[in-house]
C-alpha cells in the first residue's frame, strides 16, 4: 500500500479508445466529455531527485497513466523527467497538478505566473491536463479560479493548438465553498469545476459530500485512497474479514476497489514496484453489495467530525 496521503483531452473519444487496453481498461468519463484514468499515482513526497524519478519509472512501468502532483510538493519537474525519458507519448499521460496558498494570496498574475512555471517545470508538452485550487484560501479562491478559467481558455499561440490548462477543478472544497464559489454575488462562473479532490476512503467517507458533488456534475477525486495506509486501518477485522473472502487479495486492495467501484479517482501512492502493482491489481474481483455496506459503515460520526473540524481550523489559518 505505501500511501502518503485519461488519457483523452479530445472529445471524439478517440484517445479514449487507443486508452483502452488490457494494462488500463479503466477510465471514467468527464463531464466535458473527455476521458480520465481512473487510478491515479500521487507524488505528495516523492523526492524531487533521481531517486523520485526512479520511482515514477516504475510507476509507469506498473501501468499508471495518470499523475498527481502540485507545486507544493515541488517534484514537478521530477515528474516531467521521468515522463520524457519513458518514450511514450505526452497525449498517453494525464498529469495533475494544483496551485499552493500562498499563491492565491499574492492575487491573479501570481496564479498565472504558477500555471506557467508548472508547465515549464513539467516540461512534456505545453498544457496541464487538469490544475486544482488546493486549498480554498478563505478570501481569495474565488479570484484564484477565475484566473485558471482565464487560462483554460487561452490557446498557447496563434496556430490555435490548444488550451494551456485542459481541465480545471477544486481540491479540499466543501458545498458551503463550492456554493460561495458559484454564487451570482462573484459574478459568472462561465467554466464549472470538474473534479473536487478530497480525502475519501472507508475510514474516511462523507457520503452527503460525494452526492452533493456528484449531483452537480463533479466527479469525486479520493486523496488518501488507503487512509495513509495505517497499521490501525489495514488490520481492521472487518476489513481483514472481507479480504479473505476473495482469494489472494490484500486489505489494501479492498479498499481501492471500494473507492473504484464507487467511481471515485483513486489516488494512491508506494515507493515499492512490488505495491505499486498490487494496488493497481484490483480489477479481478468485485465487492459484492454487503461488502460495499460494511465497508462504507466503517467511519464514525465522530471521524467525520474530527476531521471537518480539522480541515476548517487549517482554511482559517491560511
Request: with cysteine.
Amino acid at each position: 500500500a505505501d500511501e502518503d496521503g485519461a488519457y483523452g483531452n479530445n472529445n471524439n473519444g478517440t484517445m479514449a479508445k487507443a486508452m483502452h487496453s488490457k494494462e488500463d481498461p479503466q477510465l471514467t468519463i468527464l463531464s466535458s466529455g473527455s476521458y480520465i484514468p481512473q487510478l491515479a499515482f500521487g507524488l505528495y513526497k516523492v523526492p524531487a531527485d533521481e531517486d523520485g524519478v526512479s520511482i515514477i519509472l516504475e510507476a509507469i512501468k506498473a501501468g499508471y497513466r495518470h499523475f498527481d502532483t502540485a507545486t507544493y510538493y515541488g517534484n514537478e519537474h521530477t515528474l516531467g523527467k521521468a515522463l520524457r525519458s519513458s518514450g511514450i507519448p505526452r497525449e498517453q499521460f494525464f498529469l495533475v497538478s494544483k496551485v499552493w496558498n500562498d499563491v492565491q494570496k499574492r492575487g491573479r498574475a501570481a496564479v498565472r505566473k504558477s500555471v506557467l512555471d508548472s508547465i515549464n517545470a513539467i516540461d512534456y508538452g505545453d498544457y496541464i491536463d487538469l490544475y486544482l485550487i488546493h486549498w480554498p484560501v478563505p478570501g481569495c479562491f474565488t479570484e484564484t479560479y477565475k484566473e485558471l478559467e482565464l487560462l483554460a481558455m487561452q490557446e498557447q499561440d496563434e496556430e490555435g493548438r490548444g488550451e494551456i490548462l485542459r481541465h480545471i477543478g477544486l481540491s479540499n472544497f466543501s458545498p458551503t465553498e463550492y456554493e460561495e464559489l458559484m454564487s451570482e454575488d462573484n459574478g459568472s462562473i462561465t467554466i464549472p469545476p470538474i473534479v473536487n479532490q478530497f480525502e475519501v476512503s472507508p475510514f474516511m467517507y462523507r457520503p452527503h459530500d460525494v452526492s452533493y458533488f456528484r449531483g452537480r456534475g463533479i466527479l469525486v477525486s479520493s486523496s488518501k485512497s488507503l487512509h495513509r495506509a495505517s497499521v490501525e486501518c489495514l488490520n481492521n477485522p472487518q476489513l481483514k474479514d472481507i479480504a479473505k473472502n476473495h482469494n489472494s487479495v490484500t486489505p489494501a486492495q479492498i479498499m481501492l476497489r471500494w473507492g473504484f467501484q464507487k467511481g471515485f479517482v483513486v489516488v494512491c501512492k508506494s515507493a515499492n514496484p512490488e505495491r505499486m502493482a498490487e494496488n493497481r491489481a484490483i480489477f479481478h474481483f468485485s465487492l459484492s453489495e454487503e461488502e460495499v455496506r460494511v465497508l462504507d459503515g466503517l467511519t464514525s460520526d465522530e471521524d467525520v467530525s474530527k476531521r471537518e473540524q480539522l480541515e476548517m481550523e487549517r482554511k482559517l489559518q491560511m
